[in-house]
């Protein structure tokens, strides 16, 4: 790694090469209005794209209800203004796919836009990409008010027997058992998961082992899934894309880059029901076998809404993740904003991180997390004295620098939850401003150094350590470090 890794730039990731033919999918049929599926019509446009040699195929204003679309190399899909492509939430229109999703290999409904293995592929224009969403997914009654889950509820779907969480349908809601039984008993086969078809939820965009990808313009919005999931992909350039999510949505991650080389994210809005811009690598054992890092990833000038984390690092990071550039970010309302999070078992080394000039307002939890303890919840509370033997499944955190942060707003200013056995390392943060209930909350970790921290907190003392090692406070005012 660069030795000053404050002062790297990136190379600007290669832009895809598309030669300039027009291909408009009415000229096959397609038919505007959303009375009929144009999948078809939108599908032989592409094809016959990809047999000329590439091009641009062109989504004209309207509303165009169609099933899922299979990509190909040297293609641009672009959606005009004005566009709204609605893809149709009917289970049975989506075969199953070896895929990946949450770190693990497995069965999953093709996404509705779908490619594996492409070279130079864009998708541009200023329409709408929808997912229908709410026909595949679940809704916990505790993110809905009384009037609102008596609506869902009205609306058809099943309860679960708790009266908990409500399912488009039956099947969707037995699938999460019946594909449990089926992993458990070491199942593979495609037509063995093909009744939990409705269960196996797609995320909106999908790209598999793809090179030269570049994301200008659309809006990608209710996603049955995680919303855009690019994997084991190169040179990815991802701007002036605005991706909603109901805030509610299960699993409704905004941007999920998983073992992907050389990517920006610029320019962009997110407002989502997971986290929001995610940097993944797998998943335990099957992730530190692949043994595929997320690196040299450059995000700046983006700003997220609601979301369980602004720019997020995990939990699934068994293969790594290195050489992270995050600036110019703004974040309102999110529950965390700059989260850090992983586990035991996971594996995998995560440094030369660099995060600066970032603003935030309204964070529900923590301005900033590290969470070594991530158990599926949304804030980072809960940790264990416990010391586990050092292996392949511990995963460590080190190398990263935090400068220029301020938030206006939250419950914690800064919590850092290291594991006893693997203490989170070289941490320096630079000019810090918060204001919060808490300040900084600091459970083992060694080499921190806190430089230029103002805090204006409810709670005193503002700064608290607990079996930390090389604690460094200067130019802070009158703050400091109270054992605990």
Known sequence: MCSNPETTAYPVPELPRIPERTFVITDYGAEEG??????????????????????????????????????????????????????????????????????????????????E??????????????????????????????????HLIESGGVLDPQGEVWWPSREAMEG???????WDNGETSMEAF???????????????????????????????????????CEQITVQNVQVRNPWYSQNGDGLDLESCTHALVENSSFDVGDDAICLKSGKDEEGRKRGMPCQYIT???????????????GSEMSGGVHAVRVSDCLFIGTDIGLRF?????????????????????????????????????????????????VTEETPQFRKITLKNIVCHGAATALLVNGLPEMLLADLTIEKFHAVSERGIVLRHATGLTLDRIRLQTAEIPEITAHRCSQLTLTHSGDLTITEK
């Open 34 to 115: 959303g009375l009929t599926l144009c999948t078809s019509a939108i599908q032989a446009a592409l094809d016959a794209c990809a047999a000329m040699g590439g091009g641009k195929v062109v989504i004209p204003t309207g509303i165009w209800r169609t099933g899922p679309l299979t990509l190909h190399s040297r293609i641009n899909l672009s959606v005009d203004k004005g566009a709204l492509v609605q893809f149709d939430p009917d289970h049975t229109l989506y075969p199953l796919l070896s895929s990946h999703y949450e770190g693990n290999a497995g069965w999953r409904c093709q996404a509705p836009l779908d490619g």
């Open 117 to 150: 293995g492409l070279s130079d592929v864009a998708i541009t224009g200023e329409g709408i990409f929808d997912g229908s969403g709410e026909g595949w997914r679940p809704v916990k009654r505790f993110k809905m008010t009384e009037k609102q889950w008596n």
């Open 176 to 182: 999460e058992g019946y594909c449990r039984k089926l």
């Open 194 to 232: 093909l009744p939990a078809r409705a269960y196996l939820r797609p995320t909106l965009l999908s790209l598999r082992n793809c090179r030269r990808v570049l994301l200008d313009g659309p809006t990608f919005q209710n996603s049955p899934a995680w919303c855009l999931h690019p994997m084991g």
């Open 299 to 313: 995000i700046r000038n983006c700003k997220v809404y609601h979301g369980h984390g602004g720019v997020v690092i």
């Open 341 to 389: 999070k992983s586990t035991r078992g996971r594996g995998g080394v995560v440094e030369d991180i660099v995060m600066e000039n970032i603003n935030m307002t309204g964070i529900i939890h923590e301005a900033v997390s590290f969470h070594m303890f991530y158990a599926g919840v949304e804030g980072s509370e809960g940790y264990d004295e416990q010391v586990f033997s």
